[in-house]
């Protein structure tokens, strides 16, 4: 079991916030704040210096940190980056990390860096292939890392095996922990037409280490696109406290904001409704 963030509740799980430039003075400035952890993508802050690093160095001294990457490529052909893995392990090790987590999908292709989130096929070969990936990350780092479920709007061909099926599998195979993101559940449940709640107890959750949720937009056709740039809805939020329960642990969760970021005031309001439902569910 990982060593659980320091808050005073233990007993149910924290609530935390990305960490973004456009938000870390306020952050920072502000007294109280419902966040209790801030979530810090390390390829913002490998080799940083200037203002950047002053304010990721001042709010480390003030919040607990989980790291999240965005090009980890689990299922890439690619070789690992040797440099960039020994910086990053620099990184977690200088930010006291428990874990480092990163998103299940394609990020690279041909050389080239893809600047999206591709998913990946539900194939017994991808799974063999990220499953490897993973394995020589964790060795490399000398970390726990976790998975992250994501989005998609559309099917790659050839699967064997539904998607949450295929999450499990990788998970297992790896040895790994799972990153839950429900938003990302919720989004391609209404996608792809599946009873979330089936995907969620499908999962392997025993190894849930962090949950994410966020907000999303709609197209005029129905499409659900993850863009982290709207609050949470109350679907999302429902299916979240309908997950805690079945979870062994009290897993941090974080309010992914990316996009359209509001005063922290009102993420604010977010993040006292997700504290009400963390306190509400471990009772």
């Known amino acids: 079991m990982l060593p659980r963030l320091t808050t005073d509740t233990p007993e149910r799980s924290p609530v935390?916030?990305?960490?973004?430039?456009?938000?870390?003075?306020?952050?920072?400035e502000r007294e109280s704040t419902n966040a209790e952890f801030i979530e810090v993508a390390p390829e913002n802050y490998v080799g940083a210096g200037g203002k950047r690093r002053r304010l990721l160095d001042a709010a480390t001294e003030?919040?607990?940190?989980?790291?999240?990457?965005?090009?980890?490529?689990?299922?890439?052909?690619?070789?690992?980056?040797?440099?960039?893995?020994?910086?990053?392990?620099?990184?977690?090790?200088?930010?006291?990390?428990?874990?480092?987590?990163?998103?299940?999908?394609?990020?690279?292709?041909?050389g080239a860096e893809l600047h999206d989130l591709i998913p990946l096929p539900f194939t017994t070969e991808a799974v063999q292939r990220a499953a490897g990936r993973i394995r020589e990350l964790q060795d490399r780092l000398d970390l726990p890392l976790a998975v992250e479920n994501v989005s998609a709007y559309v099917r790659m061909p050839g699967a064997e095996m539904d998607e949450a099926t295929f999450v499990k599998s990788v998970v297992e195979?790896?040895?790994?922990?799972?990153?839950?993101?429900?938003?990302?559940?919720?989004?391609?449940?209404?996608?792809?037409?599946?009873?979330?709640?089936?995907?969620?107890?499908?999962?392997?959750?025993?190894?849930?280490?962090?949950?994410?949720?966020?907000?999303?937009?709609?197209?005029?056709?129905?499409?659900?696109?993850?863009?982290?740039?709207?609050?949470?809805?109350?679907?999302?939020?429902?299916?979240?406290?309908?997950?805690?329960?079945k979870l062994p642990q009290h897993p941090p969760i974080l309010l992914e904001r990316d996009h359209h970021i509001p005063p922290l005031a009102e993420l604010d309001v977010e993040l006292k409704t997700l504290r009400e439902i963390a306190i509400r569910s471990a009772s």
């Not at 980890?72 to 990184?91: I, M, N, R």
């Open 173 to 245: 195979h790896a040895g790994c922990h799972l990153l839950l993101d429900v938003n990302n559940v919720y989004v391609n449940s209404q996608n792809f037409g599946f009873d979330p709640d089936d995907y969620i107890d499908a999962l392997p959750l025993d190894r849930v280490v962090q949950i994410h949720v966020a907000g999303h937009h709609r197209e005029d056709d129905g499409l659900l696109i993850d863009t982290h740039g709207a609050p949470i809805i109350d679907p999302v939020y429902e299916l979240l406290e309908r997950t805690l329960p």
């Open 62 to 110: 003030r919040f607990d940190v989980v790291s999240h990457g965005l090009c980890g490529d689990f299922s890439g052909a690619a070789p690992v980056d040797d440099d960039l893995t020994l910086a990053l392990k620099h990184f977690l090790r200088t930010h006291r990390a428990r874990w480092y987590s990163d998103h299940l999908c394609l990020t690279h292709a041909a």
């Open 16 to 28: 935390g916030l990305g960490f973004r430039f456009a938000l870390a003075e306020t952050l920072l």
